[in-house]
C-alpha cells in the first residue's frame, strides 16, 4: 500500500492537475505440487485513488492459472490461462484525451513447450499465446482498438562453450482487429540470432539481433522490414550490488497517430544493499518513438530512485521518486511528470 503524489495526473501539458493518491495492491498466490509437476492461482489488483482527479481513480485484476508438467527429464510443458482488467491512463495513448481512462479487458492463454535440458548440446522451445483484448468504454474512440491477438515462436539453442549457448528464434504476432473499417490488420514476424550466457558468476544475460518485417494487410498503409534487437544483462560486482540493463528496438502498433510506431529503448537500473536492513534501487531510461508515415518523433526519458527500510523480517517501508520527461517535434505532445510516493510493503 502507498500514499505519493503523481503531478500532473494525464499525460498532457494542457491544463495540468497534480494530485494526492492512495494504492492498494494485493498480491495472492496458491501453489500445489504433485507427483513432481506444479499449479499456481494467483491474483494480483491494484486500486488507485486520486484526491483531486477522481476520473482517473482505477481498479486492475489479474487472475491467473498456471501449470509446469514435466514428462521426463527432457520433456516439459509451461501453461498458463488468465484474465486481466486495466485500464489506458489518459494521454497514455493517441486516441485523445476522453473524460475517463480507456478500460479493457482479455482473457488470455499462454503455452511453452521445452526438449532438452539446460547444459545438454541442444534444446528447442516451442511457444504460443492468444489475447482478446475488449474495450469497456469511450467506445466513440476505442472502438477501433479491439483486437484478437495471437503469436508463436520457436527458438532452438546450441551449447557453444559450457556455459553459453547461441540461440535462433523465429517469432510471428498476428493482430486482427475487430472494427470492419479498421486498416491496422497486420503481421510482424521476426528473425533473431543471439548469444544466451552465464558465463561467471557476476554476468548473465540474452543479447539477440535481427530482423522484423511488420506486414499490413491494407495495401494503403506503411509497413517496415527493418534491424532489430533486444538484449538484457545483468552485472554483480559484489554480492549486494547488481546492475541491469535492457536493450530493444522493435515496432508497436499505432493508438491513432501514424501507421505504426518505431520504439529504440535503453533502461539502466542498479540495486544496492547498503545494510542488512537500507537498500536502494536508482533506474534510467530512454525511449526513441519515431511514428512512420508521419513527421512526428518522440524522445521519453525516465529516471527513479529509491531507498528501502526492512522495518521487519515481512515489512518493508520505501520511499520512491520517478521522473518521465517526453520531448517531442510536435510540441503539443510534450509533458514532464514527477510522482513520489510513501509505501509500505508486508507479506503474510
Do not use: C
Not at 33 to 50: A, C, E, P, Q, V
Not at 172 to 196: E, F, W
Amino acid at each position: 500500500m502507498g500514499v505519493g503524489n503523481n503531478s500532473p495526473v494525464v499525460g498532457t501539458n494542457v491544463n495540468p492537475v497534480s494530485s494526492t493518491f492512495w494504492t492498494l495492491q494485493p498480491l495472492m498466490v496458491g501453489e500445489l505440487k504433485t507427483h513432481g509437476d506444479r499449479y499456481t492461482l494467483s491474483y494480483r489488483g491494484n486500486f488507485t485513488r486520486y484526491d483531486n482527479s477522481s476520473a482517473d481513480n482505477f481498479n486492475h485484476h489479474d487472475i491467473q492459472l498456471a501449470g509446469d508438467n514435466y514428462f521426463s527429464s527432457r520433456s516439459a510443458l509451461g501453461w498458463s490461462v488468465g484474465y486481466i482488467a486495466r485500464t489506458d491512463p489518459r494521454g497514455s495513448t493517441d486516441r485523445g484525451i476522453s473524460a475517463t481512462p480507456d478500460s479493457w479487458n482479455a482473457p488470455v492463454a499462454r503455452a511453452l513447450y521445452i526438449y532438452g535440458v539446460p547444459g545438454a548440446p541442444g534444446r528447442f522451445e516451442v511457444e504460443g499465446w492468444g489475447q482478446q483484448k475488449r474495450y469497456d468504454n469511450n467506445r466513440a474512440t476505442t472502438v477501433a482498438a479491439d483486437a484478437d491477438l495471437t503469436g508463436a515462436s520457436g527458438r532452438f539453442f546450441w551449447r557453444v562453450m559450457p556455459r553459453t549457448s547461441a540461440v535462433l528464434e523465429i517469432r510471428q504476432t498476428n493482430a486482427d482487429y475487430i472494427d470492419p473499417t479498421s486498416t491496422g490488420d497486420n503481421t510482424d514476424r521476426r528473425y533473431l540470432v543471439g548469444l544466451v550466457w552465464d558465463a561467471t558468476a557476476k554476468t548473465t544475460g540474452t543479447v539477440k539481433v535481427g530482423q522484423v518485417e511488420k506486414k499490413f494487410s491494407n495495401s494503403a498503409r506503411q509497413g517496415t522490414t527493418s534491424s532489430t534487437w533486444e538484449g538484457a544483462v545483468r552485472w554483480s560486482p559484489l554480492t549486494y550490488s547488481v546492475w541491469d540493463l535492457m536493450m530493444y528496438k522493435a515496432p508497436s502498433d499505432s493508438t491513432g497517430f501514424g501507421d505504426y510506431v518505431m520504439n529504440t529503448g535503453a533502461t539502466l537500473a542498479w540495486n544496492h544493499q547498503w545494510a542488512s536492513t537500507i537498500s536502494s534501487r536508482a533506474t534510467l531510461g530512454n525511449v526513441q518513438s519515431d511514428f512512420a508515415a508521419t513527421a512526428r518523433s518522440d524522445i521519453v526519458r525516465n529516471y527513479g530512485l529509491g531507498f528501502f527500510y526492512n522495518v521487519s523480517r515481512t515489512v518493508r517501508a520505501g520511499l520512491e521518486w520517478t521522473r518521465t520527461d517526453r520531448s517531442s517535434n510536435q510540441t503539443v505532445f510534450e509533458f514532464n511528470r514527477n510522482v513520489t510516493m510513501l509505501s509500505l510493503e508486508a507479506t503474510l
